[in-house]
């Protein structure tokens, strides 16, 4: 009897091993009303489901570092789906840390393109109850700087897609 519980077990787990996350990417970045610490930006992604079975999101985890310091951070609870062998758009709201935007700033007069990192997680209603999320890139100085308003404009949107 107790075999049967084992091969049961094995044969659940081998078919979980081999569920592929869905791809991530950025594709926008754009700031909100924040206050003078607490510098907050909408960061927009897609998702590919590459998989025959859709997602059931029930919310997102999302951390975006550039030049490996993690610079803003979020969640969302909103809960959408991702249908099967399809792509979808998202946001989350985002807060980062003022010392480590002035930081990023600093470096932007030795830099052409910084590197960045998208990772999280995406939580869902079902087994499994969590997909690994991760993309690396490249952002060009004009790119953050427009972002950050460091051309002495007022911050605006960095649209990747």
């Given at each position: 009897m107790s075999r049967?519980?084992?091969?049961?077990?094995?044969?659940?787990?081998?078919?979980c091993a081999s569920y592929t996350p869905p791809e991530v990417r950025l594709v926008g970045l754009a700031p909100l009303e924040s206050t003078l610490l607490e510098p907050r930006m909408r960061l927009d992604f897609s998702l590919l489901n590459t998989s025959?079975?859709?997602?059931?999101?029930?919310?997102?985890?999302?951390?975006?570092?550039?030049?490996?310091?993690?610079?803003?951070?979020g969640v969302d609870g909103h809960g959408f789906e991702l249908p099967a062998f399809g792509e979808t758009r998202a946001s989350v709201e985002v807060s980062a840390s003022v010392f480590k935007l002035i930081q990023l700033l600093l470096?932007?007069?030795?830099?052409?393109?910084?590197s960045y990192e998208l990772s999280g997680k995406l939580?869902?209603?079902?087994?499994?109850?969590?997909?690994?999320?991760?993309?690396?890139?490249?952002?060009?100085?004009?790119?953050?700087?427009?972002?950050?308003?460091?051309?002495?404009d007022r911050p605006g949107s960095l649209r990747l897609d």
């Open positions: 049967w519980y084992v091969l049961i077990a094995c044969a659940l787990l081998a078919g025959r079975k859709a997602l059931a999101i029930r919310g997102v985890d999302l951390a975006l570092e550039i030049n490996g310091v993690e610079l803003a951070r470096t932007l007069p030795q830099a052409e393109d910084f939580h869902l209603d079902a087994f499994p109850r969590s997909l690994p999320l991760r993309r690396a890139g490249s952002i060009t100085r004009e790119q953050l700087q427009g972002l950050a308003g460091g051309n002495g």
